[in-house]
């Protein structure tokens, strides 16, 4: 089992940046597939980005290419979400979450943390 907790998200204004933090308890943190994911008001959750368990490989949506960067530090149980050039559109709860390598699934999530992104 893997527990999760993020931390740094809060109110920023446009063009603006944040970078939100995901601690993880449990063992074998390093064979989890870390991902983001955010949910807006009245919208469906999506994935924002990802991260394998080495670093090596990640991955994004398209609407955040360029401006946010997804990383791990295994020693540490940690993986960072930098979100630079923020746009409203970005306002959302942002849920970190994690998954067996092995499988599709993310199963272990965290408890949200708001972004918000004025104009």
């Known amino acids: 089992q893997v527990q999760l907790v993020e931390s740094g998200g809060g109110l920023v204004q446009a063009g603006g940046s944040l970078r939100l933090s995901c601690a993880a308890s449990?063992?074998?943190?390093?064979?989890?597939?870390m991902g983001w994911f955010r949910q807006a008001r009245g919208k469906e959750r999506e994935i924002v980005a990802a991260i394998n368990w080495s670093g090596g490989s990640t991955y994004f949506i398209d609407s955040v290419k360029g401006r946010f960067t997804i990383s791990r530090d295994n020693a540490k149980n940690t993986v960072n979400l930098q979100m630079n050039s923020l746009k409203p559109e970005d306002t959302a709860v942002y849920y970190c979450a994690a998954r067996d390598g092995r499988l599709q699934l993310y199963d272990h999530w965290g408890q949200g943390t708001q972004v918000t992104v004025s104009s």
């Open positions: 449990g063992r074998a943190f390093s064979n989890y597939v």
